[in-house]
């Protein structure tokens, strides 16, 4: 079987679709060697050097020209399979001639367009529901999700799998006496809470400001790092720290390698994850894996990401949060409790285990031929 795939999430700074390409294909490929693979990508990607059966095939067009030129030759070079990990795009121009498996992580372009970027808003709107027409599976990540899709589309449930997101096997939990030299060569302060995600609206950051201006009135010695990337619409959140005077209280990072976020999680009080949408919610798992506590969101898949390893919260409440955060502070049980289900919870999710689904799926489409 020849099985052609779009990797360019997996390149450069990745978020929560450039590792799920990133680790789902590298899993893949470690677990199997008999069937060939072509790696699609318009610059290259590191980390997939040492897999003799994948060839990356780097083709440098502008992103519209780019799924054209690839929807075509993947025809051409005879694949089996096409699997798309992060786009809709290109499964809505492949030939019929080749069977199309789409992931879809969450519906917010159609369910939340307001907390979504304007353009790929658009983009998704235009072309999930041709992706779906053509896919011969469909993928998600969660199974929120996959309630989602069949609310909105008329899609066969049984050609819907659940393929989950995990933490990295790379986050442990370090002992904060070895971290010294980490401490002072970046100034951390004593107390922080911890907030990971790319700044923009669905993320709720807006709402943690509220909660964390009401929790240092209280508690003027703790602080806020948020780690990640400006999105779109983040005027917002530096507008409501300037305004509630917290410059030097909130501390934006932007974005970090594993290494350094490990460290975070291993210090914080916990993490803070008040999104009002998520397809699945990475963050969490990592923090669990570092025995990290969890304050998470209510709504969408994040409920059935944290189990009852987390502090739930309504995102739409500041004040949920901020007696989240003082109950983490307060009680010492409370926080080892969660750190020590967090841990377990973790264990629960797998990217090898997923990869394995994944390939599952794969082998039972080109059985169908």
Not at 48 to 56: D, L, V
Not at 88 to 107: E, F, N
Not at 176 to 198: Q, R, S, W
């Amino acid at each position: 079987m020849k099985i052609a795939i779009d990797i360019r999430t997996a390149g450069g700074e990745r978020t929560g679709k450039g590792w799920y390409t990133f680790h789902i294909v590298s899993n893949l490929l470690q677990i199997d060697t008999k069937n060939s693979y072509i790696l699609y990508t318009n610059k290259g990607v590191a980390g997939f050097e040492q897999y003799k059966n994948a060839k990356m095939k780097i083709m440098d067009h502008p992103s519209a020209i780019w799924h054209m030129k690839v929807a075509k030759d993947v025809g051409s070079e005879g694949a089996d399979i096409f699997f798309s990990p992060s786009s809709y795009i290109t499964p809505a121009l492949m030939p019929k001639t080749v069977k199309t498996i789409l992931t879809v992580h969450d519906l917010v372009a159609f369910l939340f367009p307001n907390t979504h970027n304007k353009k790929a808003t658009l983009i998704e709107k235009i072309t999930l529901k041709r992706a779906l027409k053509k896919s011969a599976h469909v993928v998600t990540v969660s199974q929120n999700t996959k309630k989602d899709l069949l609310k909105k589309f008329k899609y066969d449930s049984d050609k819907i799998s659940i393929v989950p997101c995990a933490g990295s096997e790379e986050f442990k939990p370090l002992e904060k006496e070895k971290l010294g030299d980490f401490i002072e060569k970046t100034n951390l302060p004593p107390k922080f809470f911890l907030a990971v995600g790319t700044i923009e609206p669905r993320k709720n950051y807006p709402g943690l400001i509220k909660a964390f201006a009401e929790l240092n009135k209280i508690y003027p010695d703790v602080h806020l790092i948020v780690v990640g990337q400006k999105g779109w619409g983040y005027e917002e959140f530096f507008n409501l720290i300037r305004k509630n005077y917290l410059n030097k209280k909130v501390h934006t990072l932007g974005y970090l390698s594993n290494e350094s976020l490990m460290k975070l999680y291993s210090l914080s009080q916990a993490l803070v994850f008040p999104s009002f949408y998520e397809g699945f919610g990475i963050p969490p798992l990592e923090a669990m894996r570092c025995g990290c506590p969890v304050i998470a969101s209510d709504k969408s898949s994040v409920p059935e990401v944290v189990g009852d390893s987390a502090i739930l919260i309504n995102p739409e409440n500041p004040k949920e949060i901020t007696a989240a955060m003082v109950k983490i502070l307060t009680d010492s049980n409370l926080r080892k409790g969660f750190s020590e289900k967090g841990l377990e919870q973790a264990k629960k999710f797998s990217w090898r285990t997923s990869a394995e689904k994944l390939l599952e799926i794969l082998k039972t489409e080109q059985g169908q031929n």
